[in-house]
């Protein structure tokens, strides 16, 4: 689960708009990309980078920096594409960012990034969600190259529930559970798991009349869920202290909670799971093309998704398997996404927030 | 002969009401201490936890995260840009504060309402405001975002306060002291060095302690008017989307903590030595309160 957004952040659009620096908010072309010739020399420049702080970490850009000896890479860091909309409409320069599909709409309305072209990435379709309208732009024009992803599923306790008795989203309303069940409260999944489990199919994209469909079986249910979890932590604790046996869940909290000695495991559900997909993109003012393209070479390729799996994230290049212990295989296998539904911000955002209120609220 | 009458014993029920008041007010002191100081306790406590999950039941003692915080050249660095920022804030905010704040209460010229007025209108205004404010104006004056500019919006943020913090101390402080030391031959330099300063030490103790942490700790400037060097409460928000570095980021956090609560004991113990004469319980009020009593 990744901290949601502010409505402050919200606010910050409107209110950075008329700040926009030059080059940004005009749509631009696909990016022109470097020769393969000029891929393979070393970068050199400045190189700007906006993204989270735990995917640019010194283990993820060591090799790198190594390999651009002359490229003065320099990070700054966000906590969401929201605020990192409103920073970059307010006029701040850089030339690649990294964007979440479940969050970057401020950065596409804003006109924000820069297609890219995928043919000067070498694994480009190797890479799980390579193919996925999400990565692209409404004229079929990829957006960013897919570099993690967190796939959302249940969590499930072992030692209360035999292994292989749950395998659907169905089973977090299954009253053999009830009261020992746990929900994560979100309400882009909240509302997807629920939509999954009543048979509808595109749970990131539901209309108004599936939203309240939706909404009508949850708050039907809602005595089901001995608590709605706020945060990973929370619902480490509800599975820990034992009052929950059961929850919607991310790979990585189960993974966490297994660290710590809690006999749970974590099961993709038959309806498909829910994932978060993050890659990098150029924004609209980006200068430093060549060496973009290079440092998103760099992140598609075995050896960075290797480095990105031991810091606990899906390997999102299936190539890099081969170069993890094989205790981590099995957790960073992009197999897990194959049947992955990503989570984009829906059409009726707003719609979905409501009706999640209105649960909540009893 | 008879036996000394015994003096009766207070009945039970009175002596309960008598301590009530008393129990009462330990109670409320204890429950306030604990809303206030819990949530850092724990912190500090469960970065000594043997485990990537902040709860109970205590899996065992390590110091592995703040070896694993001191490893990361991002939380070092950050921590050095936040504490360079916020030495250099709290120093020009102080100078100019103190500055401003003398001119506020010591001299009269017209509009001096309205300056005082508006500065002070800085302070009601949200941060969130301040730094798209500060982003935005970086941006058309073409200022590349770095530290500096950081520092220059905490800047604005510290400095109304200083200048309410000193302002408060100058008002309360009596000037028939200064024109007693005038009267017997002080010049303008001794009557400030040997009577204003020690008399509004507390204040600037306390504007410093304030400046220095709303620097420090300020996300929302620092994010929005930062540049590629970020600052410590940045770095912690960038790396919050996932659980498992929150040990680190308690391990961080507990130092700073520790760090400030000495930098205020040791303010406290500066500003008892020098208003010796003026009773170390007084001193402490004042550092406390900003000298507004």
């Given at each position: 689960?990744?901290?949601?957004?502010?409505?402050?952040?919200?606010?910050?659009?409107?209110l950075a708009a008329p700040g926009c620096g030059d080059g940004y908010g005009v749509v631009r072309g696909v990016a022109p990309a470097p020769s393969r010739e000029e891929?393979?020399?070393?970068?050199?420049?400045?190189?700007?980078?906006?993204?989270?702080?735990?995917?640019?970490?010194?283990?993820?850009?060591?090799?790198?920096?190594?390999?651009?000896?002359?490229?003065?890479?320099?990070?700054?860091s966000f906590n969401s594409n929201k605020a990192a909309a409103a920073k970059l409409a307010g006029g701040f320069e850089a030339d690649v960012v990294e964007v979440c599909t479940d969050e970057m709409e401020p950065l596409t309305a804003r006109a924000l990034l820069?297609?890219?072209?995928?043919?000067?990435?070498?694994?480009?379709?190797?890479?799980?969600?390579?193919d996925s309208d999400d990565v692209r732009d409404v004229a079929g024009n990829v957006l960013f190259v897919p570099a993690s992803a967190g796939p959302h599923g249940l969590i499930v306790n072992t030692e209360e529930i035999e292994p292989g008795t749950?395998?659907?989203?169905?089973?977090?309303?299954d009253p053999l559970y009830a009261g020992n069940v746990a929900l994560e409260s979100s309400d882009l999944t909240a509302l997807g798991v629920s939509a999954m489990a009543i048979g509808l199919e595109n749970p990131m994209d539901l209309s108004l009349d599936e939203i309240s469909e939706t909404e009508d079986f949850l708050a039907s249910k809602i005595g089901q869920f001995r608590a709605l979890a706020e945060s990973d932590?929370?619902?480490?604790?509800?599975?820990?202290?034992?009052?929950?046996?059961?929850?919607?869940?991310?790979?990585?909290?189960a993974q966490d909670m297994i660290e710590d000695g809690i006999a749970v495991e974590w099961v993709p559900p038959k309806e498909g799971v829910l994932s978060w997909v993050c890659g990098l993109a150029f924004t609209s003012n980006a200068e430093n093309l060549d060496a973009g393209y290079k440092l998103m070479n760099y992140y598609a390729s075995p050896q960075a998704q290797a480095i990105s799996?031991?810091?606990?994230?899906?390997?999102?290049?299936?190539?890099a398997l081969e170069l993890l212990p094989p205790e981590l295989r099995a957790d960073a296998d992009p197999a897990t996404l194959d049947t992955a539904i990503p989570q984009t911000q829906p059409e009726f955002s707003e719609a979905y927030a409501r009706a999640w209120q209105e649960v909540e609220a009893g | 002969m008879s036996a000394a009458p015994v003096a009766p014993s207070r009945p039970l029920g009175l002596r309960v009401r008598r301590r009530l008041p008393g129990i009462g007010s330990a109670l409320l002191v204890a429950a306030t201490m604990l809303i206030l100081f819990g949530p850092v306790l724990m912190l500090a406590l469960f970065s000594f936890n043997d485990s990537t999950i902040i709860s109970l039941p205590w899996e065992g003692f390590t110091t592995r995260w703040y070896e694993q915080a001191w490893d990361t050249r991002l939380a070092r660095e950050s921590v050095l840009n936040s504490l360079v920022v916020a030495s250099i804030v709290t120093v020009l905010s102080l100078v100019l504060g103190t500055m401003a704040a003398?001119?506020?209460?010591?001299?009269?010229?017209?509009?001096?309402?309205?300056?005082?007025?508006?500065?002070?209108?800085?302070?009601?205004?949200?941060?969130?405001?301040?730094?798209?404010a500060g982003l935005m104006f970086f941006s058309e004056v073409k200022v590349p975002l770095s530290l500096r500019t950081v520092g220059v919006m905490h800047l604005v943020v510290t400095f109304p306060l200083v200048v309410a913090i000193i302002s408060a101390g100058l008002v309360r402080f009596s000037r028939n002291l200064e024109e007693a030391a005038v009267d017997l031959g002080a010049s303008q330099w001794q009557m400030l060095r040997y009577v204003v300063l020690p008399q509004i030490g507390p204040s600037l103790a306390a504007a410093s302690i304030f400046a220095f942490a709303w620097s420090f700790n300020n996300f929302e400037i620092s994010f929005f008017t930062g540049g590629f060097e970020q600052t410590f409460p940045v770095w912690v928000f960038s790396i919050l989307r996932q659980s498992e570095n929150l040990p680190v980021v308690n391990a961080v956090s507990t130092v700073i903590a520790f760090a400030q609560?000495?930098?205020v004991f040791g303010a406290w113990r500066l500003m008892k030595r020098l208003t010796r004469n003026r009773g170390g319980d007084d001193a402490l009020k004042d550092l406390m309160t900003g000298a507004v009593r």
């Open positions: 689960m990744r901290p949601r957004l502010s409505i402050a952040a919200v606010l910050l659009l409107v891929l393979q020399k070393p970068a050199t420049g400045t190189l700007r980078v906006f993204a989270y702080g735990d995917t640019t970490t010194d283990e993820m850009l060591d090799p790198f920096r190594e390999a651009n000896p002359d490229l003065d890479l320099k990070i700054a820069r297609p890219l072209d995928p043919d000067a990435i070498t694994d480009f379709d190797r890479l799980a969600f390579s749950v395998d659907s989203y169905t089973d977090l309303f932590a929370s619902m480490v604790n509800l599975f820990k202290s034992g009052e929950v046996v059961l929850a919607d869940g991310g790979r990585g909290t799996a031991e810091s606990g994230f899906i390997a999102m290049n299936p190539g | 003398w001119g506020l209460t010591r001299l009269r010229f017209p509009g001096r309402g309205a300056i005082a007025g508006l500065h002070g209108s800085v302070l009601v205004v949200p941060w969130l405001i301040i730094g798209v609560v000495l930098a």
